[in-house]
C-alpha cells in the first residue's frame, strides 16, 4: 500500500526553478519537471526512512518548526 502525499509550491517559484534547471542542465521543461518530482521523492524516502530511527537535534529542531508552520497554514 501506498501513501500519497502532495504539497503546494507557488507557481511562480516552480516555473523560476524549472527554467534555471533547463539551462543548466540543457534539458527541457517536462524532462526537468519530472527530474524535480523524482529527486524530491527519492528524497522524501530517504528522510522518511531517516524519521524511522532515532533523529539528531538539529532535526528534531526543523520538523518541530515545520509542525508550528504547517498548524499555521490551516
Do not use: P
Amino acid at each position: 500500500m501506498k501513501k500519497d502525499i502532495s504539497f503546494e509550491i507557488e507557481k511562480v517559484f516552480w516555473d523560476e526553478a524549472v527554467k534555471n534547471l533547463c539551462k543548466i542542465l540543457n534539458e527541457d521543461k517536462k524532462d526537468v519537471e519530472r527530474g524535480i518530482v523524482f529527486f524530491f521523492g527519492k528524497h522524501c524516502g530517504d528522510y522518511l526512512e531517516k524519521f524511522c530511527n532515532d533523529i539528531d537535534e538539529e532535526t528534531k529542531k526543523e520538523l518541530k518548526i515545520a509542525i508550528i508552520h504547517s498548524k499555521q497554514e490551516k
